[in-house]
C-alpha cells in the first residue's frame, strides 16, 4: 500500500467539521477550570405568434395590385366592317422565364470530434523554499515549549492545589511559566490596587516539583517588570471575542518575551472535555505589544473540530493522527504542541497544491508523495 495516497485520504476523511454552537461570552476567570478539565480527561420563450395585417392594410395590397380594364381604341383607328386584320407578323414575345434560385450551398460537414485526451498529470509541488523551511522550524520549535509549559503548569496545579485548596479564596488569578535554571517556575498571583503579587511559586525539573513557595497570607512579594507584563497580557486577552470549542474557559499559556520589552504572545486553548478526544479547534494565538495593546490575533480552524486519539495498546507507538489544515499553506505551532499534548505524531495535509507534513514536537517535514521528478 502506498503511504502518500493512504495518508492523504486518511486525512481528507478525518476532516468531518461539526459547526457547534458558541456559547455567549463568559465571565473572565482564572483560568484555571479549563486546566482543571486538561488534568481530569487530558480535551429555468416560446416563439411570440406573429399577429395578420389589418383588414386595411389588406384590402390596400389587393387593390395595388389588380389588373386595369382595356381601354377601347378610337373610331378613326376601327377597321371597316368585315374587313380582316392583317395577319400578325410576328407573334408576342413570350415573357422571360423566371431565373430559378441558386441552391443552397451544402452545410459543412461537422469537425471530427477529437480524440480522447489523456487525463492531466498531477504534478508534484515545488520544493520547499529556504523561509517555509525555516518558518516549519519555529512552528515545532514554539510548539515544543508550548508542551513544556502545559506540562509545567499540571505538576504546578496539582503541586498548589495541595497546599491551597481553595485559590478562589486566596485570590488566585491566574498563572504564568517562565525558564529559571534547567528548569520552569510556575506562578501563581493575585491582582492587587498595587499590582499582581505571588501567592505560589513552585520550580519543576525532571517532572516534579523541586521548590515552592507559598504565600496565603501576609506579605505577598511582587510580580518583576517582565511577570507583571506577561499576567497584563493574559488579562489584555479576556476581553477578546474569542469562545473555547467545550468547556467555560480556557488554558491560557503565557510565552514569555524574548527581550524585556519584546512582543508577548498568549494562546488561549480549549480544554480536553472527554477522554480519547482532543480539540482541534477553538484555540487562539494573540500578540500583545509593549505597551498592552493587542497587536494581532488569530485561530487556527473555522469551526470546533474534536479529533479521536486513541491510546496505544502497550509495546507499540502512538499511531499518527491525520488532519486537514484548510487556514495556511504550512502546518502551524499549534500542530506541533497538539502532538506534545496528545503524545501522537500528527499527518498534516496543507497547501495547495497539497503537501502532506509529518509533525512532532520536535521538528516538521514535508513527506514526498510519488510522481514525476520524485
Partial sequence: MRLAPFLAATALALVAVT??????????????????????GLSDNGQAAVEPPPAELAANTQQAVAAEPATPAPAEAQPPAGTQPPAETTAETPPPAETP????????????????GRPPIAMPPE??????LAEL????????LLGVIERSGRFATQDMLSRIPNPDGAGISGWIAEAEGNGVAVTFYADTDAGPVTVYRGTINGGRIVARNVHVS???????????RMAAARAATAALDHRPCGGDLFNVFVVPPLTPDGVIDVYQISPQTRPGF?????HFRTSVAPDGSVAATRGYTEACVD??????????????????????????????????????????VAGDPQRLFA??????AEVPREGPGR
Avoid: K
Fill in 278 to 282: 482532543y480539540p482541534l479547534g477553538g
Fill in 19 to 40: 459547526a457547534a454552537a458558541q456559547q455567549t461570552a463568559q465571565p473572565a476567570g482564572n483560568g484555571l477550570g479549563g486546566l482543571s478539565d486538561t488534568l481530569n
Fill in 359 to 364: 509533525v512532532t514536537p520536535d521538528g516538521i
Fill in 127 to 132: 520544493p520547499l523554499t529556504r523561509p517555509q
Fill in 307 to 348: 479529533v479521536p486519539v486513541a491510546i496505544p495498546a502497550p509495546g507499540t507507538r502512538p499511531a499518527p493522527v491525520a488532519v486537514t489544515h484548510l487556514m495556511d499553506p504550512l502546518p502551524q505551532d499549534i500542530h506541533a504542541f497538539m502532538s506534545a499534548w496528545t503524545g501522537h505524531p500528527f499527518l498534516v
Fill in 101 to 116: 434560385p441558386a441552391p443552397a450551398p451544402p452545410s459543412p460537414a461537422p469537425a471530427p470530434s477529437p480524440p480522447p
Fill in 218 to 228: 501576609g506579605t505577598r512579594p511582587p510580580l518583576n517588570p517582565i511577570q507583571a
Fill in 137 to 144: 522550524q519555529a512552528a515545532a520549535t514554539r510548539g515544543r
